[in-house]
């Protein structure tokens, strides 16, 4: 379980679509057979990138983008119209006709399998905080059964994460740090701590 954390505009994103775009996947999202494409923004970052690969080999894999998910399902009815039922491998259900949160939890909980590598982006920004603690149980099952996950996140829940590793992304470079030492855990640890104070810091005084 490896985390990419940071503040906005320090790349997360950009390295998370790299990595995913060297390792075969679609950039906008999916499976590594998606093909579509509604904007050729992906950076060259890519094109600097080298994947040191070991012996074994994943049976499968999904890249979540929480900014182009509704593309990646949008993609998915097509397929379907084909004649192929693709969301059986979801829950049974068009992921149009469920909540964002609901679409991406029958991703994780269905078509998410053992020995498989998957890479997410910011997936709490469909997920309640109680889903995120979902989440969490749903990964350790996964990564119990030789899967591996790299995510970028903002969520101090989900980098919880037992002996996960995480690296913060700053305008210094990247380097390696642990749960309690993120500003994400910090601030969040404050601001429960000292509500009322906080708000009056930043000019919030009622």
Do not use: W
Request: proline share 2%; aromatic share 12%.
């Amino acid at each position: 379980m490896t985390f990419f954390v940071g503040e906005n505009g320090m790349g997360k994103s950009t390295l998370i679509e790299a990595i995913a775009i060297v390792m075969n996947f679609n950039p906008e999202g999916g499976t590594a057979n998606f093909n579509f494409s509604t904007s050729d923004s992906h950076s060259e970052l890519c094109n600097h990138l080298i994947t040191i690969r070991g012996a074994k080999r994943n049976r499968d894999g999904f890249f979540l983008r929480a900014e182009s998910f509704y593309n990646t399902i949008s993609y998915m009815d097509t397929v379907n119209d084909t004649g192929r039922n693709i969301y059986d491998y979801y829950g049974g259900k068009r992921l149009h006709e469920v909540s964002h949160g609901e679409g991406f939890l029958n991703m994780l909980n269905h078509r998410c399998r053992g020995n498989s590598f998957f890479i997410f982006d910011e997936p709490e920004a469909a997920l309640s905080p109680f889903s995120q603690i979902k989440m969490l149980a749903r990964m350790h099952q996964l990564v119990k059964e030789d899967s591996q996950f790299i995510i970028s996140t903002h969520s101090p829940i989900l980098m919880a994460y037992p002996g996960a590793t995480i690296y913060q992304l700053t305008e210094n470079g990247i380097h390696q740090t642990c749960y309690d030492k993120t500003e994400h855990y910090m601030l969040m640890k404050y601001f429960l701590n000292n509500t009322d104070q906080y708000l009056k810091d930043i000019g919030i005084d009622m």
